[in-house]
């Protein structure tokens, strides 16, 4: 049974800090890329950061300079340290994973059931 249980979101002042934690179990194939998305309300969700195998990251523009993306290969674990945020950032944060049987296949996605990130002014 595959799993992605995201963990670390919480209520925080503005210019304040939150890391979050992501722990995927069960998916069959090696996780090529691993991201957070966000979904704020009323609002569709959109990619905040990625990082794939290698380590190579990937930031939206809103994002860049104050939020940090990380992964544990060996663990199957992808963390987002988020710093200076902001009431914008308040949404609904999802860990995604994205792994193939192998080069060419197509790409599963899995989610998990999200975590709120909440930013008070």
């Known amino acids: 049974q595959v799993q992605l249980v995201e963990s670390g979101g919480s209520l925080v002042q503005a210019g304040g800090s939150l890391r979050l934690s992501c722990a995927a179990s069960?998916?069959?194939?090696?996780?090529?890329?691993f991201g957070w998305y966000r979904q704020a309300g009323g609002k569709q969700r959109e990619l905040v950061a990625d990082i794939s195998k290698g380590g190579i990251s990937n930031y939206a523009d809103s994002v860049k300079g104050r939020f940090a993306i990380s992964r544990d290969n060996a663990n199957n674990l992808v963390y987002l340290q988020m710093n200076n945020l902001k009431p914008e950032d308040t949404a609904v944060y999802y860990c995604?994973?994205?792994?193939?049987?192998?080069?060419?296949?197509?790409?599963?996605?899995?989610w998990g059931s999200g975590t709120q990130v909440t930013v008070s002014s």
């Open positions: 069960g998916i069959p194939y090696s996780v090529d890329v």
């Open positions: 995604n994973a994205r792994a193939r049987r192998r080069y060419g296949l197509p790409y599963s996605d899995y």
